[in-house]
């Protein structure tokens, strides 16, 4: 850890050197030990004290361990002020009130901060933020938000798993326990009195492969299907659209105006952290209709808006069940991802003659190997032409062509029979 002497020029001079890249840098007052300059991932400096705290090393035996405590950001505190900070600075009172704030700290307390450093922190946030988010406001929250996360049992984590089994499916059970989970065990290295409450990580023990689905609908599903999202509004042009493009739900819910060009190319928008999407495709004419019929909201830049605010859709359960209600009651369970292995095995059909590599590259499954690589080619044209023929596949279904049907013609016995 590198020593300077501390001034207001050695503080400007920091912040204008960008500290090294993915890292924070601590210095030492060479004539004032307790404090500390820290020049943050961002740029940003921050004065700390420095203390030591009683633990243990790896073999068990006690030592000091170094600690820090913010005191505040400069220049919105002076270099004067940091000394004199420090000065007070009181470890042992510092840590018996830290002790008494972690006991009454509650796991929505937690959770935020939890999603603020983990979840949004560091370079690349997850991409699943918005899902985390939305299972602990819904299931969680209700349940834990004014509990202490200390006086959680495991009989509250299987009452909680229980209601949403029973509510929601085993499935969403199991990804509220992921969440949780990863929660508590990110708090536990905080929080030194705190035991994570939960015994087993995952409670669906089933083989991957037997947990995989293999539903697609066939084509008489696909027209009664089809033929039910005529009443449902936009929810059935987004239904429609999941089919004919062959893209996740994210994808296709959170789709903007400004992705669609005017001649109808569509550039999938790239998350970060994303392994790969289809890139830019030419929509067929039958999509394009869909989108164009829908009405644009002022102010929301989504085709598929909420009903409040300005951001996209997202109400897909109830939505879905009223789909569900004008399909025969005798159909097999489905869910909107079977959509997406539909279009993939309606492409696969030999009359399409669409080559398996192109296909993949329309849903955006990621390339493996050296191709990863090198293969750097757009498959543009490709792309486009094998979503023009998945449409008119889905068209020849929903709407079979009069040729096929043939007519049988009586014979002259039986013509002249029914004349006697």
């Not at 009989?155 to 929660?183: N, W």
């Not at 994303?274 to 909201?297: D, F, M, T, W, Y």
């Not at 023929?389 to 096929?404: G, H, S």
Request: net charge positive; glycine share 6%.
């Amino acid at each position: 850890m590198p020593k300077a002497n501390f001034t207001e020029d050695f503080l400007q001079r920091l912040s204008r050197e960008p500290p090294p890249a993915g890292k924070k840098l601590d210095y030492f007052d060479k004539s004032y030990r307790r404090l500390l300059v820290r020049h943050n991932y961002g740029g940003k400096i921050t004065f700390c004290a420095l203390h030591f705290i009683d633990g243990v090393d790896r073999h068990g035996k006690p030592k000091k361990i170094p600690s820090t405590k913010q005191l505040g950001m400069w220049p919105n505190l002076t270099l004067k002020e940091a000394w004199e900070k420090s000065r007070k600075f009181d470890p042992q009172q510092a840590a018996k009130d830290a002790r008494e704030r972690a006991a009454t700290r509650t796991f929505q307390q937690v959770a935020e901060t939890w999603i603020a450093e983990h979840v949004d922190g560091g370079e690349r946030p997850l991409r699943s933020r918005a899902e985390i988010v939305r299972q602990l406001t819904k299931y969680v929250y209700p349940q834990w938000s004014g509990r202490a996360i200390r006086d959680l049992r495991r009989i509250d984590v299987k009452d909680l798993l229980r209601k949403i089994d029973r509510e929601h499916g085993p499935s969403m059970a199991d990804y509220v326990l992921r969440t949780v989970r990863s929660l508590m065990m990110w708090y536990a290295e905080e929080d030194e009195d705190f035991r994570v409450p939960i015994v087993r990580p995952r409670r669906d023990r089933r083989s991957r492969e037997n947990r995989a689905r293999d539903r697609y609908l066939d084509d008489e599903e696909i027209r009664q299907l089809w033929h039910a999202c005529e009443q449902c509004g936009m929810y059935g042009i987004l239904t429609k659209l999941l089919l004919l493009t062959g893209q996740r739900l994210r994808k296709v819910a959170h789709m903007q105006w400004s992705d669609l060009s005017k001649d109808g190319v569509w550039t999938i928008r790239t998350e970060p952290g994303e392994k790969g999407n289809a890139g830019a495709v030419q929509l067929p004419a039958s999509a394009l209709a869909l989108i164009h019929a829908l009405p644009r909201v002022e102010g929301n830049p989504h085709v598929f808006p909420a009903a409040h605010g300005l951001g996209p859709t997202s109400s897909f359960t109830d939505l879905k069940r009223a789909t569900d209600q004008r399909l025969p009651p005798n159909m097999t369970p489905w869910v909107l991802h079977d959509l997406r292995r539909t279009a993939r095995s309606l492409l696969a059909r030999e009359r399409l003659k669409v080559p398996d590599h192109i296909a993949e590259r329309v849903l955006g499954h990621s390339l493996q190997g050296v191709q990863k690589i090198y293969n750097r080619h757009p498959y543009f044209e490709e792309k486009s032409e094998a979503l023009a023929k998945l449409a008119d596949e889905v068209e020849r279904i929903v709407n079979p062509p009069q040729d096929n049907v043939v007519a049988l013609r009586r014979s002259g016995r039986t013509r002249r029979a029914r004349a006697r």
